[in-house]
């Protein structure tokens, strides 16, 4: 019997290690199966995971691109997206064609039922075109005839609307009859589009720039030119994904990744400013007929643009912008440029600025060419200071003082510009921004008149913006700053970076020289004689200088077609402001810079008219004054705290709603609950538009609004049964 028991337990041993070995040996192919896919086989199954992964329906959360704001926070530039809808028709398995041509559904020899045939009459064209006639204003059987020639010939893409709709139109319309079946059903399609909307319309509307209307494949909205393009990788955000997942009997779509919204930018633009400096252009620019013109004005201590507008001839008195002139524009700067070579000569000791030149007549020739001051035909303006011919704007006393102080060493004159600064890269945040193009001797472009002719502002080539740096130098003690436009990078309204004022030169020159140009440039201004005059004002002291450049065609100038401009700054005192304007071929020019001046005088005198103001609460009270003001109804808290602020008695019980009708008596305001129920109109009387808006809107309502002040009457009467969705119209006296 023992030998029995211990025989057994025996075999029960090797059993036992027999099955400890296949698991062992099972577990060692595990971990080689494990490790094989892991290391040797990964990449071919990661090819399939992708294969696979792609095979599940996905969906692009698009993100919602950043917003543009003003220096102090307007909004310039914001987005909402519209949609377009469209119907495949190509292949009837995607079709429900029998609903669709209202043909009842039932099996073959069957009779169909009141049921389907009210379920057909619920779906087929004919609803679909009552429905989509209603909503658009369309004419129902032409409609209806479209819509059957584009099933008939199996269009791709028919169009239900004629342009791009709101979000909540859309939803509206795929609830229509047949595009309630579904997306797979009736074939419909829907594509998103992105608006951008420029609240302020075309104030610094180049600089700002714009986006493409559709998005790209990956789903961003792009932008195409200016700062939109510029900060395009900041603005767009970051797309998420989503795929649809089985609940139930249902599907939801499941988030995989959420989209993130792009951040927004701060601009400089000061939108008061820029009203006033786009006004100014308009008006000049309308008086001289002019083909185009630009305007930057500029902050002097942080090189900020407070405001840049650029304009061109759209049709005959019509103005728009239309190319980012004072970045882009590669023109022969005229006059303007005289300080910059008077600069050089006196950092040079070339010249003083009581020096005497005489410049004749105003006609002077020089190996072969004539150079000519404007007043030559009155007979010019014989001898004259260096300071002088900077008030008169001489050419020729220019020219002379570079031929005596450069005619053998032409390459000084020009290293003297370019430690200035002029040719430094700005690193303009516009796309598309010019670089200056100053001539250098001993290259191929060189030729003995350049030294003269480059003196006075021409055989270069210069953005108007270079110019406005150099003249903002001057009014900065001689410190350049580097001109830009965006100062804050936001995300959810915090600022995650900032740009800094940026110097490009310390000094431009000496102080001794710096002293010398200022008196020279508020010369130009305010001496009898001075070709700005047309800049002085009795309200605010202007300095700068008058520019006008002929315009070559043909390979030859024209003297009859010109650029006038002016450059400067304000107060000359104490600059807080540097501008420059360009006016393109005026066909209406008085000599000169004067329509240039007179842009830039306007836009002084508005600035100092807008920061200069009275305080009210220093006035008296008129005796015939209102004690009480207007009220309107509507939301109650915010009421109350107005009331309370301007310490105006208030009668009211226990107010529960929080809406609130108003009453008045000669020395007091009496609140009264204003009843909200459910399916019933509220009585809209005396609400201002915003909380009527709101408080329809909040109760599932659409809203048309017409005319200002309050609620006189609703299209639907208080206490009568309303239904979500309809539309009320309200008009406002």
Same mark, same amino acid.
């Given at each position: 019997?023992?030998?029995?028991?211990?025989?057994?337990?025996?075999?029960?041993?090797?059993?036992?290690?027999?099955?400890?070995?296949?698991?062992?040996?099972?577990?060692?192919?595990?971990?080689?199966?494990?490790?094989?896919?892991?290391?040797?086989?990964?990449?071919?199954?990661?090819?399939?995971?992708?294969?696979?992964?792609?095979?599940?329906?996905?969906?692009?959360?698009?993100?919602?691109?950043?917003?543009?704001?003003?220096?102090?926070?307007?909004?310039?530039?914001?987005?909402?997206?519209?949609?377009?809808?469209?119907?495949?028709?190509?292949?009837?398995?995607?079709?429900?064609?029998?609903?669709?041509?209202?043909?009842?559904?039932?099996?073959?020899?069957?009779?169909?039922?009141?049921?389907?045939?009210?379920?057909?009459?619920?779906?087929?064209?004919?609803?679909?075109?009552?429905?989509?006639?209603?909503?658009?204003?369309?004419?129902?059987?032409?409609?209806?005839?479209?819509?059957?020639?584009?099933?008939?010939?199996?269009?791709?893409?028919?169009?239900?609307?004629?342009?791009?709709?709101?979000?909540?139109?859309?939803?509206?319309?795929?609830?229509?009859?047949?595009?309630?079946?579904?997306?797979?059903?009736?074939?419909?399609?829907?594509?998103?589009?992105?608006?951008?909307?420029?609240?302020?319309?075309?104030?610094?509307?180049?600089?700002?720039?714009?986006?493409?209307?559709?998005?790209?494949?990956?789903?961003?909205?792009?932008? &195409?030119? #200016?700062?939109?393009?510029?900060?395009?990788?900041?603005?767009?955000?970051?797309?998420?994904?989503?795929?649809?997942?089985?609940?139930?009997?249902?599907?939801?779509?499941?988030?995989?990744?959420?989209?993130?919204?792009?951040?927004?930018? &701060?601009?400089?633009?000061?939108?008061?400013?820029?009203?006033?400096?786009?006004?100014?252009?308009?008006?000049?620019?309308?008086?001289?007929?002019?083909?185009?013109?630009?305007?930057?004005?500029?902050?002097?201590?942080?090189?900020?643009?407070?405001?840049?507008?650029?304009?061109?001839?759209?049709?005959?008195?019509?103005?728009?912008?239309?190319?980012?002139?004072?970045?882009?524009?590669?023109?022969?700067?005229?006059?303007?440029?005289?300080?910059?070579?008077?600069?050089?000569?006196?950092?040079?000791?070339?010249?003083?600025?009581?020096?005497?030149?005489?410049?004749?007549?105003?006609?002077?020739?020089?190996?072969?060419?004539?150079?000519?001051?404007?007043?030559?035909?009155?007979?010019?303006?014989?001898?004259?200071?260096?300071?002088?011919?900077?008030?008169?704007?001489?050419?020729?006393?220019?020219?002379?003082?570079?031929?005596?102080?450069?005619?053998?060493?032409?390459?000084?004159?020009?290293?003297?510009?370019?430690?200035?600064?002029?040719?430094?890269?700005?690193?303009?945040?516009?796309?598309?921004?010019?670089?200056?193009?100053? &001539?250098?001797?001993?290259?191929?472009?060189?030729?003995?008149?350049?030294?003269?002719?480059?003196?006075?502002?021409?055989?270069?080539?210069?953005?108007?913006?270079?110019?406005?740096?150099?003249?903002?130098?001057? +009014?900065?003690?001689?410190?350049?700053?580097?001109?830009?436009?965006?100062?804050?990078?936001?995300?959810?309204?915090?600022?995650?970076?900032?740009?800094?004022?940026?110097?490009?030169?310390?000094?431009?020159?000496?102080?001794?020289?710096?002293?010398?140009?200022?008196?020279?440039?508020?010369?130009?201004?305010?001496?009898?004689?001075?070709?700005?005059?047309?800049?002085?004002?009795?309200?605010?002291?202007?300095?700068?200088?008058?520019?006008?450049?002929?315009?070559?065609?043909?390979?030859?100038?024209?003297?009859?077609?010109?650029?006038?401009?002016?450059?400067?700054?304000?107060?000359?005192?104490?600059?807080?402001?540097?501008?420059?304007?360009?006016?393109?071929?005026?066909?209406?020019?008085?000599?000169? #810079?004067?329509? #240039?001046?007179?842009?830039?005088?306007?836009?002084?005198?508005?600035?100092?008219?807008?920061?200069?103001?009275?305080?009210?609460?220093?006035?008296?009270?008129?005796?015939?004054?209102?004690?009480?003001?207007?009220?309107?109804?509507?939301?109650?808290?915010?009421?109350?705290?107005?009331?309370?602020?301007?310490?105006?008695?208030?009668?009211?019980?226990?107010?529960?709603?929080?809406?609130?009708?108003?009453?008045?008596?000669?020395?007091?305001?009496?609140?009264?609950?204003?009843?909200?129920?459910?399916?019933?109109?509220?009585?809209?009387?005396?609400?201002? +538009?915003?909380?009527?808006?709101?408080?329809?809107?909040?109760?599932?309502?659409?809203?048309?609004?017409?005319?200002?002040?309050?609620? +006189?009457?609703?299209?639907?009467?208080?206490?009568?049964?309303?239904?979500?969705?309809?539309?009320?119209?309200?008009?406002?006296?």
């Amino acid at each position: 019997m023992s030998h029995t028991k211990q025989s057994e337990n025996k075999w029960a041993e090797v059993r036992y290690g027999i099955v400890v070995l296949l698991l062992i040996a099972l577990g060692g192919l595990i971990v080689v199966a494990i490790l094989r896919i892991a290391y040797v086989e990964k990449k071919a199954w990661q090819t399939i995971a992708d294969m696979e992964k792609a095979k599940l329906p996905k969906n692009v959360i698009y993100p919602e691109r950043g917003n543009i704001y003003s220096s102090d926070g307007r909004l310039m530039a914001t987005s909402f997206p519209l949609y377009s809808l469209y119907i495949d028709f190509r292949s009837e398995k995607d079709i429900d064609s029998t609903s669709f041509l209202q043909i009842p559904k039932a099996k073959k020899g069957a009779v169909p039922n009141e049921e389907q045939i009210a379920a057909s009459l619920r779906n087929g064209v004919d609803s679909l075109a009552y429905c989509l006639a209603r909503k658009f204003g369309r004419d129902e059987r032409k409609l209806r005839s479209e819509l059957m020639a584009a099933f008939r010939r199996r269009d791709a893409s028919f169009p239900l609307t004629d342009s791009p709709i709101s979000y909540f139109d859309m939803k509206e319309v795929i609830s229509f009859p047949y595009l309630r079946l579904g997306q797979f059903r009736s074939g419909r399609i829907v594509v998103e589009t992105v608006k951008r909307d420029y609240p302020y319309h075309s104030l610094a509307q180049r600089t700002i720039g714009n986006i493409y209307a559709e998005r790209d494949t990956a789903g961003y909205s792009r932008g &195409r030119v #200016g700062l939109e393009f510029h900060y395009d990788s900041l603005l767009r955000g970051e797309t998420g994904l989503q795929k649809k997942q089985r609940v139930g009997r249902g599907w939801i779509d499941g988030i995989i990744r959420e989209a993130v919204r792009g951040m927004d930018i &701060r601009t400089t633009i000061d939108l008061d400013v820029q009203f006033i400096a786009e006004k100014a252009l308009r008006r000049m620019m309308t008086i001289t007929e002019a083909e185009a013109g630009s305007v930057v004005v500029m902050d002097v201590k942080t090189g900020e643009v407070r405001a840049i507008s650029n304009m061109g001839i759209v049709s005959p008195g019509v103005y728009a912008e239309t190319g980012n002139y004072a970045i882009r524009d590669m023109i022969e700067p005229g006059s303007i440029f005289k300080i910059a070579s008077i600069i050089v000569a006196l950092e040079d000791t070339v010249c003083r600025p009581d020096d005497l030149v005489d410049t004749g007549k105003g006609l002077f020739t020089y190996q072969g060419e004539v150079i000519s001051d404007y007043n030559h035909a009155s007979g010019g303006n014989g001898i004259i200071t260096v300071e002088e011919g900077i008030i008169r704007s001489s050419n020729i006393c220019i020219s002379k003082v570079a031929i005596k102080g450069y005619a053998r060493n032409p390459a000084k004159y020009v290293e003297g510009l370019y430690h200035l600064g002029l040719t430094e890269d700005l690193h303009l945040e516009i796309p598309g921004a010019g670089r200056p193009i100053i &001539r250098m001797p001993n290259r191929n472009n060189w030729y003995p008149v350049a030294l003269p002719f480059m003196s006075f502002g021409y055989e270069t080539k210069i953005p108007p913006i270079y110019m406005l740096t150099l003249y903002n130098a001057i +009014a900065n003690n001689g410190k350049m700053m580097r001109p830009f436009f965006v100062k804050d990078i936001l995300q959810e309204g915090k600022v995650v970076h900032s740009n800094k004022p940026e110097v490009i030169r310390e000094a431009i020159c000496s102080p001794q020289t710096l002293r010398s140009v200022k008196k020279m440039l508020i010369g130009v201004v305010e001496n009898e004689h001075g070709t700005g005059r047309n800049a002085y004002s009795p309200l605010i002291r202007i300095a700068g200088k008058t520019g006008s450049a002929q315009i070559v065609k043909n390979r030859r100038y024209q003297t009859n077609v010109l650029n006038v401009s002016f450059a400067g700054y304000f107060p000359a005192d104490d600059p807080e402001y540097s501008v420059i304007t360009v006016i393109r071929q005026p066909k209406r020019r008085n000599a000169g #810079g004067d329509a #240039g001046a007179g842009v830039v005088k306007e836009i002084a005198e508005g600035i100092y008219v807008s920061r200069n103001f009275t305080d009210l609460r220093k006035m008296q009270a008129e005796s015939q004054a209102v004690r009480i003001p207007a009220i309107k109804a509507g939301n109650a808290e915010a009421t109350i705290d107005v009331l309370k602020e301007l310490k105006i008695r208030t009668e009211r019980n226990n107010l529960e709603s929080p809406w609130t009708s108003i009453s008045r008596t000669d020395n007091s305001i009496k609140l009264a609950d204003m009843r909200i129920d459910n399916g019933l109109m509220p009585n809209l009387a005396g609400m201002g +538009a915003k909380d009527a808006i709101y408080l329809l809107e909040s109760i599932g309502l659409r809203v048309k609004i017409s005319g200002r002040g309050y609620v +006189a009457t609703q299209s639907v009467q208080a206490g009568q049964r309303i239904t979500k969705g309809q539309t009320i119209s309200i008009t406002l006296k």
